[in-house]
């Protein structure tokens, strides 16, 4: 069985959420600026998801940390849909970025989704036998 797609999904998972949380430090004020209004702590959650980002990227590495790491940033990405929904609906407050890179990123967020399930929550298929 080719197990390339999978592989494949776990080193851009990996590498995504490297950057992603590295950036949280590097750019923390963007990152603070997309959370909606209506949220509280906007720089402790910054941080604090910056750093899950890197610890679970992390823990995908080892097969015995993988599935709960895969769990963990899917949960993470499901939980910043409002900030790409606050994006999605108030452009205007992120001039520079294009409004049809800001409505592509929700659908890029499903897609993430679906790479993070397939190639680190759902079980490893059973060897072929003879």
């Given amino acids: 069985m080719n197990d390339f797609p999978r592989k494949a999904g776990l080193i ?3 590498a995504l959420f490297l950057a992603s949380g590295a ?3 590097a750019l923390a004020t963007f990152f603070m600026r997309i959370m909606p209004p209506y949220l509280p702590l906007h720089r402790e ?3 604090v998801s910056g750093v899950f980002e890197i610890l ?3 823990a995908l590495l080892f097969p015995a940390t993988r599935k709960p790491a895969g769990i963990g940033l899917f949960v993470l990405t499901v939980l910043v849909t409002p900030a790409n929904i606050h994006m999605w609906l108030h452009p205007e ?3 520079g970025l294009s409004p049809t890179l800001l409505f592509w990123r929700l659908p890029a967020q499903a897609a993430l989704l ?3 399930w397939f190639s ?3 079980s490893e298929p059973e060897p072929e036998k003879i």
Avoid: P
Wanted: hydrophobic residues 70%; glycine residues 4%.
């Fill in 12 to 14: 851009f998972v990996i």
């Fill in 120 to 122: 680190a929550i759902k």
């Fill in 93 to 95: 407050l992120f001039t």
């Fill in 23 to 25: 950036g949280h430090f």
């Fill in 114 to 116: 679906a790479i993070i």
């Fill in 45 to 47: 959650a910054v941080y």
């Fill in 56 to 58: 679970c990227a992390l």
